[in-house]
């Protein structure tokens, strides 16, 4: 008899459960049972090896991490997950995110099973007794070892975006199958350190006792030497697992009854890392990743008028949960008939990020050199904020500096102007502090500038020449910072600010 597909899915784990050849396996619930069959053991020697990827979404961010059991281990909720797939979770991918992916692995043993057999009396058993106690499969091999990762994910939100952006990481030498070198390494940072697009990184090793993780632009070195570094702490990094309806000697009349669990299998795992029920289970868990996103960004700026966003939040939940509970389903009642549920929220599309934009008046003059504020929607989905505000002056203003913040911490802050004049008071920006006001004198050059926040701090600098002019930020907007002109002095200067609107939903692809 052909093998079942879903019988030879692999799956890798990274510090997950101390397995041995001929345990029981639960596919679907994804935990280790009890022995229910026994063989041989053949010994394999080590190996190892680094690969570079550039992935599309969860799924293929999973398989670049060598992880090739069901997410819905993880996305169901239904059984403690190993480090992989926490680590997967953490990094909030979405259908439309790319990845950079650094993978090491070395593996110093290897074990297979060879001619299984039945220990178990399978007669007059009930099939839903035998998968309690048994699983509905037995490990077939198990590699122990260590892993290096390191993971960039790129938070594009439609598939043209997703595009451009792998094409211009491959125009910077970036892309799947790309040696690991030192060019690689200054290709990375070059295209984190110049990209406007948000982005986050994180990292993990396996099989080191109290590793020192390497800084973002030594990782890639660091991967390369990860296979010659001694694991003194090393853990199952992948084992596969065959289901006993291929155990020769296994009882012809509960082969015949364990059908139905061959069945169930399917219809939960499928014979992919997202087959079966898990599909619609990982498209939804990668909606509420782009809704947590979004959250985040209205969080920033005290946007709290998407009530849209908030429904379609609850509704992705509830299918998460209806899904979850066929899983538990399962793992009451093995041997029942399950029916697809119905999911809703599969057909409103993905939310994306949605505001309107726009500038002051730009007071001032023509001269000097134009110092510019980034693209308004990379500034929001980068979270970026204002931090502080410095003026230098004396009759007129002789420089801005601005400081900003995002995501990641503090950015360089930016002086536009000369050296003359004096400091004025530093305007400094805590969380949710936002420009509110800003009153200028101007002529060819800013003569008076005063900046005001929403909880009454200011500062000012700067003579009574020029013409006076006030602004307040329009209702529902906030302000994102300033651009203008300046050379010796500050000769001109604009607000930049955007208004956030309820998230518009884009057909899923």
Excluded at 76 to 85: C, E, L, R, T, Y
Aim: no cysteine; glycine share 10%; aromatic share 8%.
């Amino acid at each position: 008899m052909e093998k079942d597909a879903v019988s030879d899915t692999a799956q890798p784990l990274a510090a997950g459960p101390v397995a041995s050849l001929f345990d029981g396996y639960d596919k679907i619930g994804g935990s280790l049972r009890s022995s229910a069959t026994s063989g041989e053991t053949k010994t394999g020697g080590a190996s190892s090896k680094v690969n570079v990827s550039v992935t599309e979404g969860v799924v293929e961010l999973s398989q670049a991490l060598q992880i090739d059991q069901s997410l819905s281990v993880d996305y169901a909720g239904i059984a403690k997950v190993d480090q992989k797939m926490q680590f997967v979770r953490k990094q909030k991918a979405t259908s439309t995110s790319i990845n950079i992916v650094v993978y090491a692995r070395h593996e110093n043993a290897s074990r297979s099973a060879r001619n299984p057999k039945m220990t178990v009396d399978t007669q007059d058993m009930k099939v839903a007794d035998f998968v309690d106690a048994y699983g509905d499969s037995y490990i077939e091999s198990v590699d122990e070892g260590g892993e290096y990762y390191a993971v960039y994910t790129f938070f594009t939100e439609t598939k043209s975006e997703q595009t451009a952006l792998k094409a211009s990481l491959k125009a910077s030498g970036i892309y799947s199958g790309v040696s690991a070198s030192g060019s690689l390494e200054i290709a990375i940072d070059n295209f984190v350190k110049t990209t406007n697009t948000a982005w986050t990184f994180d990292q993990e090793i396996s099989g080191i006792q109290n590793p020192v993780l390497p800084t973002r632009d030594t990782m890639v070195d660091f991967a390369i030497k990860f296979p010659s570094i001694p694991l003194d702490a090393p853990v199952v990094i992948g084992m596969t697992t065959t289901g006993y309806e291929h155990v020769p000697d296994l009882d012809p009349e509960f082969k015949e009854k364990f059908a139905i669990i061959i069945k169930n299998r399917r219809y939960f795992v499928g014979s992919r890392i997202d087959g079966g029920l898990t599909e619609p289970l990982v498209k939804i868990a990668s909606l509420q990743n782009s809704v947590a996103v979004l959250e985040e960004i209205y969080g920033t700026y005290g946007y709290d008028g998407d009530t849209g966003l908030r429904e379609f939040r609850d509704l992705l939940e509830e299918n998460r949960k209806a899904i979850s509970a066929q899983f538990v389903a399962y793992e009451d009642d093995p041997v029942q008939d399950f029916t697809p549920p119905d999911l809703p929220s599969l057909d409103k599309g993905t939310p994306v990020l949605t505001f309107d934009k726009g500038t002051s008046a730009l007071w001032g003059g023509g001269g000097g050199g134009p110092f510019d504020f980034p693209p308004i929607q990379e500034s929001l989905r980068n979270r970026q904020t204002l931090r502080v505000i410095r003026l230098r002056s004396g009759s007129e203003i002789d420089a801005i500096t601005l400081g900003y913040r995002d995501m990641h911490g503090d950015l360089a802050a930016q002086k536009h102007g000369g050296g003359g004049g004096s400091d004025q008071n530093a305007l400094s920006f805590d969380p949710g502090e936002f420009v509110t006001q800003v009153d200028v004198r101007s002529g060819r050059r800013i003569d008076n500038l005063k900046i005001t926040t929403n909880r009454g701090a200011s500062t000012q600098g700067g003579g009574g020449g020029g013409g006076p002019h006030t602004w307040s930020v329009p209702d529902g907007a906030v302000v994102l910072g300033f651009q203008g002109r300046s050379g010796a002095r500050l000769d001109a200067i604009q607000v930049v600010y955007a208004a956030l609107k309820p998230a518009e939903f884009r057909p899923n692809s």
